[in-house]
């Protein structure tokens, strides 16, 4: 038998703090929680107090994780923790984390593939394990605090994104199961159409673009509605058909849940029903690198997935960065 990378414990965090849809209203003047209900299904989100942030929730969601793991922090060989909104610019937000838990034994690194994130280094945790018999161990996790980087003037962004951690325990094991294959693709032309530009090498903060919002999330252009359909179909035949199996043999399929028009459609073309997939975005709205690990974990949590279940996750971002993951459960 050869050396995989299985799931073996998930876990979520989200902060306490509720914002419905009407406090939208209020604070644009419009009515628009009936249009992000009618059309996105969101009613309501989290987000995190002035005091909370993202090593906050990465520690609360990694905790939960090595309870159901029955594991010991400083029996983890390595911690990744992806996010585009770090605890800092440097170090990474992973060391803080391997800090907070005294996980003495692990490495630490972050990765920022905006939205696509959590998927990417699900792949790259998983095959640190399947390469190196140094890692038995690995944490896997996406977070994401964009309501620190929000303009609260600007509807196209404060009414979608939200905060919220999750994640998963990778662990070696001498048999097929777990990791199955995997794809990474990126639409680089897009990288100017969103993002938060201000901040950072090309355009240091300062006082007088700090008072112009470069540094907070921006809306540049309004991306081809097909673009996510048509991209997140091709790569999960692409990548079942790579693990040896047909769509039809897909149990679970995970997206970015940015938008649920955009699932619906993809699953109408693999030919899936909608009980195939899981949706947060009703309750927690947009949360990035969190969102996969959060379907993930909440359908754990359901008992929705059995053993030796197909499952895929297809996560999309910022970039434009695309991945693909199967898994058998």
């Not at 965090?13 to 969101?42: R, S």
């Not at 939960?64 to 440097?90: F, G, M, R, W």
């Not at 619906?264 to 949706?279: A, V, Y």
Request: contains cysteine; hydrophobic residues 40%.
């Amino acid at each position: 038998m050869s050396r995989n990378a299985r799931i073996i414990a998930t876990g979520m965090h989200a902060p306490e703090k509720v914002v419905p849809n009407a406090f939208f209203n209020e604070i644009l003047g419009e009515d628009v929680g009936t249009w992000l209900e009618d059309n996105l299904t969101i009613r309501e989100r989290r987000w995190c107090t002035e005091e909370e942030s993202t090593a906050d929730l990465v520690e609360a969601a990694a905790r939960i994780i090595l309870e159901k793991a029955n594991l010991e922090a400083h029996q983890l060989d390595l911690i990744i923790v992806s996010t585009d909104t770090p605890e800092y610019v440097s170090p990474s937000t992973a060391s803080v984390l391997q800090h907070r838990l005294e996980a003495t034994g692990a490495g630490t690194f972050d990765v920022n593939t905006a939205c696509a994130g959590f998927v990417t280094t699900l792949d790259m945790g998983a095959k640190y394990i399947r390469s190196d018999e140094r890692y038995t161990n690995v944490l896997v996790i996406g977070a994401y605090a964009m309501s620190k980087f929000l303009n609260l003037k600007d509807k196209k962004t404060v009414t979608l994104f939200a905060d919220g951690a999750a994640g998963v325990l990778l662990q070696a094991h001498d048999g097929h199961e777990g990791w199955q294959a995997a794809n990474l693709h990126t639409e680089g032309q897009y990288n100017g159409w969103m993002g938060i530009y201000g901040g950072c090498a090309s355009a240091p903060s300062t006082p007088e673009s700090v008072a112009q919002g470069d540094h907070l999330l921006k809306f540049v252009k309004k991306f081809p509605k097909e673009i996510n359909p048509t991209t997140w179909t091709s790569m999960v035949i692409e990548t079942t058909q790579q693990a040896g199996f047909e769509v039809q043999d897909i149990k679970r399929v995970f997206f970015t849940q940015i938008n649920i028009n955009s699932i619906r459609e993809t699953m109408d073309i693999l030919g899936l029903s909608m009980d195939r997939t899981h949706c947060v975005m009703d309750r927690y709205g947009y949360t990035g690198s969190a969102c996969i690990p959060m379907c993930l974990a909440e359908a754990d949590e359901q008992q929705q997935l059995s053993p030796g279940d197909l499952v895929l996750f297809m996560g999309s971002g910022g970039g434009l960065a695309f991945a693909c993951a199967a898994f058998t459960w």
